[in-house]
Structures are given as structure tokens and as C-alpha cells.
């Protein structure tokens, strides 16, 4: 959904735009091709194996970081509103291709998982030194697993005889689960939780949609892509309402005001590219702009 999620940022040819998860650099040639000389993008990737991917342009920067601290090194590099945000949270095709990151349920390797190679949690500490109780709920809350005590359960008795380090030792930690048939769709919301835990995507999530609404110019728009209900629920409930649990405050005549406002519905891949690109089936498109009455921030 590369060009639809380009599109919804409406590009001005001048504006400046920001790329929050550069990866192999896909949408970020796409903004750049679609700015004229005075035009800027920003970028931000925390894996170091995305470097390699930097683009040669004057008009182009990619900053080394988390995006968690957008307004903090957009600061930095003179940046305190911009015309567009777009973010793509989905696992590169790199880490899930990289058998020695532990993404991915096809590769042996060592339960690693980090998006950030620098990070200190690795998912051979979260399942190595969680108690069955933090098992257990990482499981339910971040795989939307029902038998996730059960899971939990059969990691820990494994481990009281052996450690597990590789992708090879969990999943024989988990062979009670296996049936030798549909593995890895029984194994893919298994390591999604670990793997959420390991780079407190939700939380970093929310500390990014929470800077985005001052980031952002009136008329300034946001584009995200999410791969599951966790995310996307999370981007949902702050365009329709600025928060993330509860309803907001109203007026006495049951109306509030929120930060954004959603732009067109929820979109989704077409047949033909989710026929090309299996990992794009789960991808949903929302958009959402700031009101253009907003007065701009000084």
C-alpha cells in the first residue's frame, strides 16, 4: 500500500514530512520523489542495519533514533512543525528475513528479536527470566492467545531442565502446541507478543500519536499503517477520540473536541497486492488531519 499511504499525506511539493520507520527506504523515495528543490523529509530508524539504506539527497535526513523521540530530534535539527507524519508499523522485510534477529518462525537463530541492536531486553531475557504470571499476560494482552497460561506453563517446565536461547529451543518448548502442520500460524501470535514486549511497541506507539497533534501544521496530515487490532486500535481510538481508553469530556451539548480528524475510512490492500505480497494482508490504512482552524503554534 506504498502509494496509498503517500497519498494520504496529500504532499505539498515545499513541505516537510517525516518518515517515522525509514526501514529499507521504500516510502521515504516515494515523499522525496514527489517534492519539488525546497521540500524536506525527515526519517527516523533505530536499527542500525537501516543505515545502509540512506538516501543521497541534499533534501534528506535520517536521524538514528526511536521514533518515541520525534519532537525531541526534530527539535534538534530546527523542526517544530511539519506538513506530514507517515508510519508504517510493520517489521521490515530485512528483520523477518535475517534469521540471526529471531524475527521470523521460518530461521533458526538466537532469540534475539531487538529492533534497536543496542537495546539491553532480547527475547531470550523475557522468556529465560519471566514468571509464569508476566508470561502469561503478555501472551493474552499482546498475542490474543486464550491458552496463554498454558503456554507459559510449558515454557517454564522447559526451562527448569535447559535454557532457552534459539529460535530451536522455543519451539521445542512449544512442541505441545505443534502438530508438525500450521506451525507457524500456531507460532506467529506467539513470537508477536514476545516480540512487542522486547520493543515496548505499544507504549512507544502511544508516546508517538500523543506528540503527533503539535507536530503537526493545521492541515498537517497523519498516515499509519498497522499489521494488527493492538495497533490499530490504538491509532482508531486517538484519531476518533485524542486518547486511548475511556470517551473524552463533553459540553453540555455532548460535544468535544479532538486533536485530529480523520480523513476518508479504513483502507486495505487490494487482492491483487495481497496475492503478491502475503505479509500485506493484515495491513490497515488509516488517515487523519489537523484541522486547519487550529491556531498554529508559535
Request: proline letters at 4%.
Amino acid at each position: 500500500m506504498l502509494q496509498e499511504t503517500v497519498a494520504g499525506l496529500a504532499i505539498d511539493p515545499n513541505g516537510v514530512y517525516v518518515d517515522v520507520t525509514f526501514g529499507g527506504g521504500g516510502h521515504s523515495k516515494e515523499i522525496l520523489r514527489q517534492l519539488g528543490p525546497q521540500g524536506r523529509l525527515f526519517a527516523f530508524d533505530q536499527d542500525k542495519d537501516a543505515l545502509a539504506n540512506t538516501l543521497a539527497d541534499a533534501r534528506f535526513t535520517l536521524i538514528p533514533e526511536n521514533f518515541r523521540f520525534i519532537k525531541q530530534f526534530l527539535r534538534f535539527h530546527g523542526i517544530k512543525q511539519v506538513n506530514g507524519i507517515l508510519a508504517d508499523f510493520g517489521v521490515s522485510s530485512h528483520q523477518f528475513d535475517e534469521g540471526s534477529r529471531g524475527f521470523s518462525t521460518r530461521f533458526e537463530g538466537d532469540l534475539d528479536m531487538r529492533m534497536n541492536q543496542n537495546a539491553v531486553l532480547t527475547a531470550k531475557e523475557v522468556v529465560g527470566s519471566y514468571a509464569h504470571e508476566d508470561l502469561a499476560n503478555m501472551f493474552f494482552q499482546y498475542g490474543d492467545l486464550r491458552n496463554s497460561k498454558a503456554i507459559a506453563t510449558a515454557i517454564i517446565a522447559y526451562r527448569e531442565s535447559q535454557p532457552i536461547e534459539t529460535t530451536a529451543q522455543l519451539k521445542e518448548a512449544l512442541a505441545p502446541f505443534l502438530k508438525g502442520f500450521n506451525d507457524a500460524k500456531v507460532l506467529a501470535p506467539i513470537y508477536q507478543a514476545i516480540r512487542i514486549e522486547v520493543n515496548q511497541e505499544i507504549q512507544v506507539i502511544k508516546e508517538f500519536l500523543m506528540q503527533v497533534p503539535d507536530l503537526l501544521l493545521p492541515g498537517g496530515r497523519l498516515s499509519v499503517l498497522s499489521y494488527h487490532s493492538l495497533e490499530d486500535r490504538l491509532v482508531k481510538r486517538f484519531i476518533r477520540a485524542g486518547q486511548f481508553e475511556g470517551e473524552p469530556e463533553k459540553d453540555v451539548f455532548g460535544r468535544f473536541e479532538v486533536p485530529l480528524k480523520k480523513v476518508g475510512g479504513l483502507q486495505i490492500p487490494s487482492k491483487e497486492e495481497q496475492r503478491l505480497n502475503t505479509r500485506s494482508r493484515s495491513a490497515k490504512l488509516r488517515v487523519a488531519e489537523k484541522p486547519k482552524n487550529t491556531p498554529e503554534k508559535k
